[in-house]
């Protein structure tokens, strides 16, 4: 089997040209809504974590994105905190990095307005 070579650079490269394109401000019932889709399972503890997050924000601004390869991003930038899943493979929050990367795709949108 020959090696795959695995380029996390152009990687991150696609993923934030994904995120600039789809990302958008998301309502509390949206993301209800993205929660019954990704999170069909009343007993994952991310369905639980998700719905509190939003309930814990309902408040603040929500912003969805997705990337090429099928993650879904959700960030919350008044408490700089976000998760990312990825149907039937993963889920997590987001790190510093991740945070940040948001925050930037978010400023460059705003001032393309």
Same mark, same amino acid.
């Given at each position: 089997? $020959?090696?795959?070579?695995?380029?996390?650079?152009?990687?991150?490269?696609?993923?934030?040209?994904?995120?600039?394109?789809?990302?958008?401000?998301?309502?509390?019932?949206?993301?209800?809504?993205?929660?019954?889709?990704?999170? $069909?399972?009343?007993?994952?503890?991310?369905?639980?974590?998700?719905?509190?997050?939003?309930?814990?924000?309902?408040?603040?601004?929500?912003?969805?994105?997705?990337?090429?390869?099928?993650?879904?991003?959700?960030?919350?930038?008044?408490?700089?905190?976000?998760?990312?899943?990825? $149907?039937?493979?993963?889920?997590? $929050?987001?790190?510093?990095?991740?945070?940040?990367?948001?925050?930037?795709?978010?400023?460059?949108?705003?001032?393309?307005?």
């Amino acid at each position: 089997m $020959p090696f795959e070579t695995f380029d996390l650079e152009q990687i991150t490269r696609e993923r934030r040209e994904s995120i600039a394109k789809t990302i958008r401000v998301a309502s509390v019932d949206e993301l209800k809504k993205l929660c019954e889709q990704i999170f $069909p399972y009343i007993d994952d503890p991310w369905r639980e974590a998700f719905l509190e997050f939003v309930a814990e924000n309902r408040h603040a601004t929500f912003h969805h994105a997705n990337t090429s390869d099928g993650v879904h991003v959700l960030y919350c930038r008044e408490k700089d905190k976000g998760m990312w899943f990825k $149907p039937g493979v993963g889920k997590g $929050p987001l790190q510093e990095r991740g945070c940040k990367t948001m925050e930037q795709v978010i400023e460059r949108s705003r001032s393309v307005d």
